[in-house]
Every structure is written in structure tokens, then in C-alpha cells.
């Protein structure tokens, strides 16, 4: 089954860039990478979603690699409010009904 | 505009017994879904529902199920409740089918089993 692998925790400084990978080698041609974050004692907020294209938005960057089977989220400045946990999930849309199969996670602390 | 309501936030029962957890979506939303996260399993997707019909289910004992009411409101009931279901149980609305569309969730409720 489709899966997403993300390292476990990642260290980034304050204004600092945060790249944040993600590998979804079992991606298919209509699955959408979506990414979404966790902040302490909250439910997750949505960050960004691509399919093949590179995305941009207010809060992020999304990297999509030619063959999709990896993907980037990038912060561009990093601050404290962005410590959270990031989750990159795949889509899968099959004959009108979807699978929301989200990875474990990366735990982002960033140092003052 | 509201954000997704869930109630109650916090629960405990024991283990046998069965529970109801409500979601209100953003107004204006009609799709529901909801997720279960645990330290070991992470986020699972349960089920969405939209249009008073579950759309999509993920892989969970029949013992959990929902329903959506006219005005899109959501409950989730699980039934013979095991010590395993201690969880946070998260209720995410979003305008129309998940396909694409941007989910918004809520604080969850946090239900401990004894």
C-alpha cells in the first residue's frame, strides 16, 4: 500500500530555511501530496498541496521531484511558532473515493 | 467564521462501554472526516462523511461508525469499547469531497478508556 516515509525530527535555527523531505516511492499518477502541520496540543492545519508542479503559497514551498516519488516542504524563515509536527500525505482518489494515508511525522524544533 | 467544534474534549469510560463524540463543521462546509491518533499508529483516517452519506472508509472494526445530519453536524459512536480505542479523535471539515480540497480541523476529543 501507498506509504510516506519522513525522518523522525529535524533542527532548523530561527530565520533560518527549513527543508523538510518526504519519500513517497509508491506514489501513483493521481495521488496529491498534501502536507500538514501539528502544533502542540492542536489539530492539524494545512500547509500546502501539489500534484506534479511546484507550489507555492503564504506559508510555504512545495518541491515536487519529476518523478514524484519525493517531495519538499520548504519554510523560507523559520520562527519559533513554526515548531510542530509536519505530516506529508498522499491522496489516493480511486473510482470517485479517496485514501488520506499520512506519514509518522517530523518533529521540527526551532532554536532561538 | 467558527472554526470545527468537537465535543465533549475530554472523555473516559470503561472498557465495554460505548461513546458518542459530535463535530460541528465550519458553516458552510459539507464533508466531514474523522481521524484517530495514537502515539503508536499516528493519524489513521476513519471515515468521511458528506451529503448525510459516508463516502470513504478506512480501515477500522464496525464497531466504530458515524453519521452526518442535515445541517452537516457529525457524530462518531464507538461501541464495546477497548482499552486499545484511548485515542484523540480528530473531526476535519472541508467545503466539498476531499479530493482537493483544503480540511480544517478541529481540537479533537481526547478519550481514555479504563
Known amino acids: 500500500d501507498a506509504k510516506t516515509t519522513q525522518p523522525n525530527s529535524m533542527e532548523s535555527n530561527e530565520e533560518e530555511p527549513v527543508h523538510l523531505p518526504c519519500n513517497h516511492s509508491t506514489i501513483s499518477g493521481t495521488d496529491y501530496i498534501h502536507w500538514y502541520r501539528q502544533l502542540p496540543s492542536q489539530g492539524p492545519e494545512y500547509v500546502i498541496h501539489?500534484?506534479?508542479s511546484n507550489v507555492n503559497n503564504r506559508m510555504a514551498s512545495l518541491a515536487i521531484a519529476e518523478d514524484r516519488k519525493s517531495s519538499t516542504l520548504i519554510l523560507h524563515r523559520a520562527t519559533l511558532r513554526d515548531a510542530a509536527v509536519y505530516y506529508c500525505?498522499?491522496?489516493?482518489?480511486?473510482?470517485?473515493?479517496?485514501?488520506?494515508?499520512f506519514g509518522t511525522g517530523t518533529r521540527l524544533k526551532v532554536l532561538a | 467564521k467558527a472554526g470545527v467544534t468537537q465535543t465533549p474534549r475530554y472523555l473516559i469510560k470503561t472498557r465495554g462501554q460505548q461513546v458518542t463524540l459530535s463535530c460541528s463543521p465550519i458553516?458552510?462546509?459539507?464533508?466531514v472526516s474523522w481521524y484517530q491518533q495514537t502515539p503508536g499508529q499516528g493519524l489513521q483516517f476513519l471515515f468521511e462523511?458528506?451529503?448525510?452519506?459516508?463516502?470513504n472508509k478506512g480501515n477500522f472494526p464496525g464497531r466504530f461508525s458515524g453519521r452526518q445530519f442535515s445541517n452537516s453536524r457529525s457524530e462518531m459512536n464507538v461501541s464495546t469499547l477497548e482499552l486499545g480505542d484511548s485515542a484523540l479523535y480528530l473531526c476535519?471539515?472541508?467545503?466539498?469531497?476531499?479530493?482537493?480540497?483544503?480540511?480544517?480541523f478541529g481540537p479533537g476529543t481526547r478519550l481514555t478508556v479504563l
Open positions: 501539489g500534484l506534479t
Open positions: 500525505i498522499l491522496n489516493r482518489v480511486t473510482s470517485g473515493t479517496y485514501k488520506y494515508i
Open positions: 462523511y458528506f451529503s448525510e452519506t459516508q463516502r
Open positions: 476535519a471539515s472541508s467545503y466539498d469531497r476531499v479530493f482537493v480540497n483544503t480540511q480544517y
Open positions: 458553516s458552510g462546509h459539507r464533508s
